[in-house]
């Protein structure tokens, strides 16, 4: 485990500052959490923010893909147990699918930890439901999106268009392009 520690404390040294608009929208007081979405969404990002910005100060996390060479020989079970025996209070899991019984493997934490949050990823919409565990009544699923061209322009620009909805667009497109234009003067450019 001190090995997923280092490695966490590396990635969180570099974590991307600008958010993905998801971080706000999930309910993180639950005991678990899915976030399902295409691979390069933004969703180990997504996790690494939740620890290093949002986690109440005493808190203790842990960070771990389960695509790390650590689960060859070590299984996850053993790992939250050992964590929570530690002080561990959330527990974020990178990459499930790659990851064989993973389903079973997270309803024996949820069930066995009752303490314990745990927050897994996968870019396999497929693996999630096909686990071989019914997860259904303990997860709350959310799906990142993949980027969408407003927000590549917070990251780029660092300003923050609002979302609107397209009837919205197709009535006021022309003030919409005017207010646009007065905060770009290159929006078409970068796109």
């Given at each position: 485990?001190?090995?997923?520690?280092?490695?966490?404390?590396?990635?969180?040294?570099?974590?991307?500052t600008?958010e993905?608009?998801?971080?706000?929208?999930?309910?993180?007081?639950?005991?678990l959490?899915?976030?399902?979405?295409?691979r390069?969404?933004?969703k180990?990002?997504l996790l690494l923010?939740?620890?290093?910005?949002?986690?109440p100060?005493?808190a203790?996390?842990?960070?771990?893909?389960l695509d790390?060479l650590?689960?060859?020989e070590?299984n996850?079970?053993?790992?939250?147990?050992?964590?929570?025996?530690?002080?561990?209070?959330?527990l974020f899991?990178?990459?499930?699918?790659?990851?064989?019984?993973w389903?079973?493997?997270i309803?024996l934490?949820?069930d066995?930890f009752?303490?314990?949050?745990t927050?897994?990823?996968?870019?396999?919409?497929?693996?999630?439901?096909?686990?071989?565990?019914?997860?259904?009544?303990?997860v709350?699923?959310?799906y990142l999106?993949e980027?969408s061209?407003?927000?590549f322009?917070?990251?780029?620009?660092?300003?923050?268009?609002?979302?609107?909805d397209?009837?919205d667009?197709?009535?006021?497109?022309?003030?919409?392009?005017?207010e646009?234009?007065?905060?770009?003067?290159?929006?078409?450019?970068?796109?």
């Amino acid at each position: 485990m001190e090995k997923l520690l280092t490695l966490q404390k590396l990635f969180l040294d570099k974590v991307f500052t600008k958010e993905r608009y998801l971080i706000t929208k999930i309910n993180w007081s639950n005991r678990l959490i899915a976030i399902k979405g295409a691979r390069g969404s933004g969703k180990t990002t997504l996790l690494l923010q939740q620890i290093k910005f949002y986690l109440p100060k005493d808190a203790e996390p842990l960070y771990a893909s389960l695509d790390n060479l650590y689960f060859l020989e070590n299984n996850l079970v053993d790992l939250a147990e050992e964590f929570v025996l530690q002080g561990g209070t959330h527990l974020f899991l990178d990459e499930v699918h790659k990851y064989p019984n993973w389903s079973r493997e997270i309803k024996l934490i949820y069930d066995q930890f009752p303490k314990l949050k745990t927050v897994f990823t996968s870019s396999s919409m497929l693996e999630i439901y096909k686990g071989e565990s019914d997860l259904s009544r303990r997860v709350v699923p959310y799906y990142l999106k993949e980027l969408s061209f407003r927000e590549f322009l917070y990251f780029k620009t660092g300003e923050k268009l609002p979302i609107l909805d397209l009837e919205d667009i197709l009535k006021n497109h022309k003030e919409y392009a005017r207010e646009i234009s007065t905060k770009l003067n290159t929006p078409f450019k970068i796109f």
